[in-house]
């Protein structure tokens, strides 16, 4: 794997836009202070893992059978 | 306000006893919800000038609420351990009726139609509402002077902050306003105020208490739970809030102990890892000396106390955060995008880096969480409880242009919320300069009663959990 390198202002510019922001110049300059505190974490999270390894959330279908309003179950 | 109590008075002194002791007092007719609650009235009108703990202050409701506490008692309906006791909400959290602006002025006028379902297990068990309580905005975003309210302050000094995001919470707990208060916890919302204030806060499991009606933080890692000054009264207040909700996809339908009943006193034989290696490294030489010593309080009466290594607390922060980021910026995305300017900068700066996450790092995060999980969890094959300390640091001075504390220091309170374990603050010092230094003890999902049972121990052995602030 490369070396990561932090993106530039107008890698964060076109990130924004294809996020759907558009910010006040003020907006932007608080935009691009998040991401350098927010790069180096992402740049850390451990990969590499077995595929068949599962995220933390299961879904459980029962959580979203309808409530019986009577009994509340 | 009106009210005819006294500073002092005899009803102010009640206040301090706590919840059993308010409560056998009401059924012996000794005291009533009324005078109780015009002695929290009374403190909050006379402090909270200097706190700002709270947003809202539902002093007609309260009194009529108490109203209705005592005429329940005299006709023989007595609804248990909670009944006719004042507390007090985060504003995060839904009341009918009642402002709840999770101290944002996205909602600033935002009066909901139904209750949080906390709110009206409470209710239901008799407590009496007094008011609503200053937090971060959307419990992420502060602490803040650029919101429409100002920032709670420490009650043990109010040049300092009182930790958050349930900072009125722990606020008003720690001033005695209230003998309890519900906060609400994703990353150590309820821990770092009970931390700061010098009072008890249990984050309980995850899906423990009901999170339907209180604005969401992180979805995968919200929690609620009670800031009290003792154990025993978080014991008393847990067992009032917690139980299955089918409305809320989180709640999982364990049932609910009789927490005060496991409040033995006992923890001779309990198998205790000690994560000293969490706070020994980074945290400041008071908080190490505090908790240290605190640990020897727990061997002493009989607990087996062994050190153990577990992962180190920056990965807990860095998946934390990463679904943080990624669930705040997927709740706050059309306000963002709409109207940014209307949020206050700490939440800005906080959420909006989660536009550019991508859902592979989100996923990354996922898995990264199951794997310190099981790793975190495997101890509990020897270990009844983990101990480590509460906050790594005092609290930190209330001043608007001070370093971000999210970034300056690692957060010993995430593994615990990346865990989804119960985990209790108590305080177990004071700092040289008089600020409150606390305890952190994490327990098997589900055995808040256990972890519960450790702390109310601690808290019959030593005497921090009295001492009082003087109030300005």
Not at chain 2, 215 to 235: I, K, W
Not at chain 2, 361 to 383: G, P, S
């Amino acid at each position: 794997m490369p070396e990561p390198r932090p993106a530039t202002r107008e890698e964060i510019a076109v990130m924004a836009r294809l996020a759907g922001l558009d910010l006040s110049p003020e907006h932007f300059e608080e935009l691009v202070g998040a991401y350098a505190n927010l790069e180096p974490m992402l740049w850390r999270l451990r990969r590499g893992r077995d595929r068949a390894d599962e995220p933390a959330h299961v879904f459980d279908p029962r959580k979203f059978m309808p409530v019986d309003p009577g009994t509340g179950r | 306000m009106t009210s005819a109590v006294q500073p002092g008075s005899d009803a102010e002194a009640i206040l301090d006893r706590g919840v059993r002791k308010i409560g056998h007092m009401l059924r012996a007719r000794e005291v009533s919800a009324s005078e109780i609650a015009r002695a929290c009235l009374a403190r909050i009108r006379r402090h909270d000038g200097h706190l700002n703990s709270f947003i809202t202050v539902t002093e007609e409701r309260a009194l009529a609420r108490a109203a209705q506490a005592d005429a329940e008692l005299a006709r023989g309906v007595d609804r248990g351990p909670f009944h006719g006791i004042p507390y007090a909400l985060k504003d995060n959290v839904d009341t009918a009726g009642i402002l709840s602006s999770s101290h944002s002025r996205i909602f600033a006028d935002r009066v909901p139609a139904e209750d949080a379902e906390v709110a009206r297990r409470l209710a239901e068990a008799g407590g009496v509402l007094v008011g609503k309580t200053a937090t971060f905005e959307f419990a992420i975003g502060g602490p803040a002077w650029d919101l429409p309210w100002p920032p709670a302050r420490n009650p043990w000094n109010r040049d300092y902050l009182p930790g958050g995001s349930s900072s009125g919470s722990g606020a008003a707990v720690g001033a005695g306003f209230v003998p309890g208060a519900v906060g609400t916890d994703t990353g150590g919302s309820v821990r770092w105020p009970a931390a700061m204030c010098g009072v008890a806060g249990l984050k309980p499991t995850y899906g423990r208490v009901s999170r339907r009606g209180i604005h969401p933080n992180t979805y995968s890692l919200d929690h609620a739970g009670p800031l009290t000054r003792t154990v025993e009264d978080c014991a008393l207040m847990l067992g009032a809030m917690a139980g299955h909700d089918p409305r809320d996809p989180g709640s999982i339908d364990v049932p609910v102990e009789d927490y005060a009943a496991a409040l033995t006193g006992d923890v001779r034989g309990l198998r205790i890892g000690l994560v000293r290696h969490w706070y020994a490294s980074d945290g400041h030489p008071e908080v190490v000396d505090a908790v240290d010593a605190a640990v020897a309080v727990l061997r002493s009466l009989g607990a087996a106390v062994e050190e153990i290594v577990l992962d180190p607390l920056q990965d807990y922060v860095d998946a934390k955060t990463t679904l943080s980021v990624s669930e705040l910026y997927a709740v706050h995305e059309a306000d963002l995008k709409t109207r940014p300017g209307e949020f206050g900068r700490h939440l800005r700066t906080r959420v909006i880096g989660g536009a550019l996450i991508r859902a592979e790092d989100y996923i990354q995060a996922q898995r990264w969480r199951t794997e310190l999980v099981t790793r975190a969890m495997a101890h509990f094959r020897r270990f009844d409880l983990l101990v480590t300390a509460g906050w790594l640091a005092p609290a930190d001075p209330a001043d608007p242009d001070g370093a971000d504390f999210f970034r300056k220091r690692l957060l010993v309170t995430m593994p615990f919320s990346l865990t989804g374990m119960p985990a209790l603050v108590v305080p177990c010092g004071l700092s040289s300069g008089g600020l409150p230094l606390s305890l952190q003890i994490g327990g098997r999902p589900f055995d808040e009663a256990r972890v519960l049972r450790a702390g109310d121990a601690y808290q019959r052995a030593t005497a921090w959990h009295h001492a009082r602030p003087v109030l300005p």
